[in-house]
């Protein structure tokens, strides 16, 4: 009797946040399914009528902005790993009493409001800003043109706003290395660039690939730097669902993308927990028991 | 000289990194002083400390923060319990299903928001049993606080010395008595930065929002609605305050933890398998 009800521990335990976690997230999944497959309008409501064209018709009509999203969120996230990888292995190797504060300097632009971080660049873009005649003495920019409202000014506030979530992984990454091997590289006159690519880099690779899923991920679905820093040109997949859920009311056709979006997601991301576990997303290792 | 630059590059770059970073919270604070002469205030145009004297005199603004402020205590609360619940088990027992509750807890971060936002407003719309408001708010919201929290604590308690709870329960304490007296008080820091963490990210969260808000307004969605006719200063003065304010909790949890951390210290072998970074992410 003792061993059956302390079996049922770890399950009472797990109970109420997992009971919460189906109701709310696996739920909704199927009732955003369901409504993808059916036809009708606000007025007249919706009814079954198991109609897939509204994924045909759906991703057929916005490929575009399906691939956008995708180049986007993909050049944001090389972008986050080139800026993130020297900042984590700085704040790793080289930061000494300043580790804390540099780590600190990170996380901090999660204290301001995301949206007041991208009015922020929209601040330091727009047309009368110092940083954009900057650009245009240096010719980067031409004299009459504009930085808001192109690809550019959507690329770096995705770059900005999920840099943190590249960061993170990689320093928890570094961190984890063990150092007697980069000793052990130089024992063995490896050069330090030597050591990096044959020791370093492989050995955080899990951290790499993690950053890059926690910044793909949310950049690719993102539609707030559209509307801030970009224009209709730069719509993103993000900007269609929500146009389509919030200002024309066409649930099925909203509920199809965002459907085909989560599924090429999860694929990517079943994929990378083949390879590595979840361990890696759970931001620690598998404990030992 | 070549060899103090390639010793030094790396933290040359990292501490352009980080200016890069902090640039735009330095413009939201210096914006907060501004004087706009028009809707806009993109442009620098002189300084005041206007706006700093009535923050809270645009009463929509008010609410908005307020309702912000109590739907992010409420699912501090609530995300927080449980999360630590499912994190003590994950970390504490072996049970069957072990790989899909991991799952379910991993894929709701890794579900971009604007799907999370569609899915619980396709589910909202389609039954019927909740009205669009502050209650489906408070659902969502505690819905995507859950995963962090789990990952926080759980960190903390891979680093706990269970020999602690052993000497316990030989000391005749009971199961009870001694989550209470000896694991609880060992895994509060790592609890603490959670809830505070599930906070932030509720009082942050806009994406989600925007779909299951009805008519109620947060702090966020205020800004969204006021972008079109122009965002009022105070909305600077008031990211700033609230910059200030997590700042300064943030830096209480960091010295409670390093005392916490120094009280471990007193025991040698407790510093071999001390956690790396139990910082909330």
């Known amino acids: 009797m003792n061993t059956f009800r302390q079996r049922l521990v770890p399950y009472a335990l797990l109970g109420p946040g997992l009971i919460w976690l189906t109701i709310f997230f696996v739920i909704p999944m199927y009732y955003m399914l369901e409504l993808s497959l059916k036809t009708g309008s606000l007025e007249a409501g919706f009814q079954m009528t198991w109609a897939f064209s509204n994924y045909t018709d759906?991703?057929?009509?916005?490929?575009?902005?399906?691939?956008?999203?995708?180049?986007?969120?993909?050049?944001?996230?090389?972008?986050?790993?080139?800026?993130?990888y020297p900042l984590a292995y700085a704040i790793a190797f080289k930061a000494g009493r300043w580790k804390n504060l540099m780590l600190f300097a990170v996380v901090a632009p999660f204290f301001t409001t995301y949206l007041i971080r991208t009015v922020a660049w929209k601040t330091i873009l727009d047309d009368s800003s110092p940083v954009v005649s900057i650009l245009k003495t240096l010719h980067i920019v031409p004299p009459d043109g504009r930085v808001l409202a192109t690809s550019a000014a959507v690329i770096a506030g995705l770059t900005y706003n999920f840099l943190p979530f590249m960061v993170l992984p990689l320093f928890a990454a570094l961190e984890r290395l063990d150092r007697r091997l980069l000793e052990a590289g130089n024992d063995l006159y490896a050069t330090s660039p030597q050591t990096f690519w044959r020791v370093t880099l492989p050995l955080t690779m899990p951290g790499i690939v993690a950053g890059v899923l926690l910044t793909f991920i949310p950049a690719a679905g993102d539609y707030v730097n559209v509307i801030f820093l970009g224009g209709t040109s730069q719509a993103m997949i993000g900007n269609v669902i929500q146009s389509k859920y919030l200002v024309v009311n066409d649930y099925p056709d909203a509920a199809a993308l965002s459907f085909t979006l989560l599924a090429i997601i999860?694929?990517?991301l079943i994929?990378?927990?083949?390879?590595a576990g979840t361990s890696a997303l759970m931001g620690e290792e598998e404990e030992a028991h | 000289m070549w060899r103090w630059i390639k010793e030094h590059i790396v933290l040359f770059v990292g501490l352009l990194a980080m200016f890069y970073m902090l640039l735009p919270i330095a413009v939201i604070a210096i914006f907060s002083f501004n004087d706009p002469t028009g809707r806009y205030n993109f442009e620098w145009v002189g300084f005041t400390t206007q706006y700093w004297q009535d923050p809270f005199g645009i009463t929509p603004l008010t609410d908005s923060l307020i309702t912000s402020i109590q739907l992010a205590f409420l699912t501090s609360i609530a995300a927080t319990a449980l999360g630590t619940l499912i994190a003590i088990a994950l970390v504490r027992h072996q049970f069957f299903g072990r790989r899909a509750a991991n799952l379910l807890i991993v894929i709701p971060m890794a579900t971009p928001e604007v799907v999370i936002g569609a899915s619980l407003l396709s589910f909202f719309l389609t039954t019927g049993i909740f009205k669009l408001g502050f209650g489906t708010l408070l659902i969502a919201h505690i819905m995507f606080s859950i995963s962090f929290v789990v990952i926080v604590v759980r960190s903390r308690l891979i680093g706990f010395d269970r020999r602690l709870e052993e000497a316990a329960a030989d000391l005749g304490a009971s199961a009870f008595t001694t989550f209470r007296k000896v694991t609880l008080p060992l895994i509060a820091p790592g609890v603490g930065s959670a809830a505070l963490l599930s906070f932030a990210l509720s009082i942050d969260d806009f994406v989600i929002s925007n779909f299951n808000s009805g008519?109620?307004?947060?702090?966020p969605l205020y800004i969204f609605g006021a972008n079109q006719r122009g965002i009022p200063v105070e909305v600077n003065v008031i990211a700033t305050m609230l910059f200030a304010v997590t700042v300064i909790a943030m830096l209480s949890v960091i010295i409670q933890q390093r005392r916490a951390e120094k009280m471990a210290d007193m025991r040698p072998e407790e510093i071999a398998n001390k956690p790396a970074v139990s910082l909330p992410m």
Do not use: E, H, N, P
């Open chain 1, 271 to 275: 994929i990378y927990i083949k390879f």
């Open chain 1, 58 to 84: 759906a991703i057929s009509q916005y490929s575009t902005q399906f691939w956008r999203a995708f180049y986007y969120a993909g050049i944001a996230s090389f972008f986050c790993l080139l800026i993130g």
């Open chain 2, 215 to 219: 008519a109620t307004v947060t702090f």
């Open chain 1, 266 to 268: 999860l694929v990517a």
